[in-house]
């Protein structure tokens, strides 16, 4: 695929890295429009439940990227392992110099070149029930059907040696289905695995302390947002 092939972006920016290993590194991000999941409390439904934007040349994204002054670029949505065009993508993003990070839900498997993978795989708690977009529910058990995809997620950590693995919870109700997914994965050490609570604004420290313990104990990571704290919960950031 040439890179004159064009991808659907719902927004590219620069900002710095709000969640994840990378918290705080100026990146220029390429946000793809378009997911095959509805949860229900995604933060960019503008990029899944009401995709936006039109046709960029990956040429054109490259451009952008490049010409931004970040060393960093993410490829993020949306799912942008939805679409083929993501190999080349990241692929002429790395050959420019610059550091790639690659954020997915993990159910689609695509080849990508990436310095980083960003993994989130969802849990029950992303399950749009009763949902107001979805009037007839049929996303309800769509979403539910295609959340999880064992093989897929264990192949790409496998291909993906920095990856790192973000779990969005809700509640201490959600870690038994953590522990039981990340039983059935290989290869994970405990510093790849993140818990970042759920919501749209900076939470009460009091409110998210069952998930700091859980990461002391664990040897995990806390993923907070860094974004949301310095910009509130708006586009472009
Ligand atoms: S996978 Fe990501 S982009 Fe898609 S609906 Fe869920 S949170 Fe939104």
């Given amino acids: 695929m040439s890179s004159s092939a064009s991808i659907p972006v719902a927004e590219t920016f620069l900002s710095i890295q709000g969640e994840g290993k990378l918290t705080g590194v100026p990146s220029y991000f390429v946000r793809v429009s378009g997911c095959n999941l509805r949860c229900a409390w995604c933060d960019t439904p503008y990029a899944s439940w009401s995709p936006e934007g039109r046709g960029v040349e990956i040429g054109e994204l490259v451009r952008r990227a490049e010409s931004s002054g970040a060393r960093h670029a993410v490829v993020t949505g949306g799912e942008p392992m939805i679409f083929p065009q993501v190999t080349t993508l990241t692929h002429a993003l790395r050959e420019t110099g610059l550091h790639v990070t690659v954020e997915t839900a993990g159910t689609v498997h695509r080849g990508v070149a990436c310095d980083l993978l960003s993994l989130s795989p969802k849990l029950r708690n992303?399950?749009?029930?009763?949902?107001?977009?979805?009037?007839l529910g049929e996303w309800t058990a769509r979403h539910e059907t295609r959340r999880l995809n064992l093989p897929v997620l264990q192949r790409l950590v496998d291909e993906?040696?920095?990856?790192?693995?973000?779990?969005?919870?809700?509640?201490?109700?959600?870690?038994?289905?953590?522990?039981?997914?990340?039983?059935?994965?290989?290869?994970?050490?405990?510093?790849?695995?993140m818990l970042m609570p759920e919501g749209t604004t900076v939470p009460d420290p009091a409110s998210v302390r069952w998930a700091v313990d859980e990461c002391l104990r664990r040897g995990w990571r806390y993923c907070h947002r860094l974004h949301v704290e310095l910009f509130g919960n708006t586009r472009g950031t």
């Fill in 126 to 135: 992303s399950t749009p029930i009763g949902d107001p977009r979805d009037p």
């Fill in 160 to 193: 993906h040696p920095d990856r790192q693995v973000k779990f969005v919870v809700s509640s201490p109700a959600d870690l038994p289905e953590m522990h039981h997914l990340l039983s059935r994965l290989r290869g994970l050490a405990p510093s790849d695995i």
